[in-house]
């Protein structure tokens, strides 16, 4: 079945740490995206991409890095600069210049512990 | 810059009653308007989406009504159940293809709605 996939579902961090979410999807899919989602304030755009090798900031990407090396994985990686990570982040895809649907994972719920 | 303003943040409506989720946007080059459902713990997914060459656009129990000089679209679920009880966003895009904006999505902030019984 094509979808996105977000691993791992729940992930823990400590202080100072770095962590890498991962999307990977098998939509052939040219843009992808991350969102944060918080209560109360919808989903944010932190990153997307819309070509391998290519990606944007979007309104929140202080404390964030992505990397797009491959057509079907769009990492997210938080870094320790982020000060309030503790949030729902959802990775989605959509074709290219086509205003379609956008295609959801499941998400990642990170805990700064 | 909330360019896509949703209301309201909560709903509860009685069973078989008709759910109203308002929407506000500013940017004019929007030409996509869709509305995604969410469940705790779930990523969103599309419920339907208009196009601002129609006014209305019905879906079984889902009917988006769309204002475009007001820049205004709303969703109506008509016989509200229990099972619609979720997150709703609204969204809007635009092709944007001559400044490389691509295909990203600018949402609301979510309406939670609780049907009960």
């Known amino acids: 079945d094509g979808g996105i996939t977000q691993s791992p579902k729940y992930l823990f961090r400590k202080e100072g740490q770095n962590v890498t979410l991962s999307c990977e999807q098998n939509l052939n899919h040219d843009a992808m995206y991350w969102y944060r989602q918080d209560p109360g304030q919808g989903l944010r755009l932190i990153y997307y991409s819309q070509i391998v090798n290519d990606f944007q900031k979007g309104d929140i990407a202080e404390g964030y890095s992505v990397s797009r090396e491959k057509k079907e994985s769009f990492p997210l990686t938080v870094t320790s600069a982020q000060k309030n990570p503790t949030a729902f982040y959802l990775c989605?895809?959509?074709?290219?210049?086509?205003?379609?649907?956008?295609?959801f994972g499941q998400g990642t719920r990170l805990t700064v512990v | 810059q909330q360019q896509v303003k949703q209301s309201p943040q909560s709903l509860i409506v009685q069973k078989g009653g008709i759910s109203i989720i308002n929407c506000a946007y500013e940017n004019t080059a929007f030409d996509y308007f869709p509305w995604y459902q969410q469940f705790p713990g779930k990523g969103p997914a599309l419920l339907i989406a208009?196009?601002?060459?129609?006014s209305e656009k019905k879906e079984g129990r889902f009917t988006i009504s769309f204002n475009k000089s007001a820049k205004q679209f709303s969703l109506h679920i008509m016989d509200s159940q229990p099972g619609d009880s979720a997150t709703y966003f609204c969204a809007a895009t635009s092709r944007a293809i001559l400044t490389g904006g691509g295909n990203k999505l600018t949402f609301g902030t979510g309406t939670q709605l609780k049907v009960e019984l």
């Open positions: 989605a895809s959509t074709p290219q210049f086509q205003n379609t649907e956008a295609f």
């Open positions: 208009i196009r601002p060459d129609v």
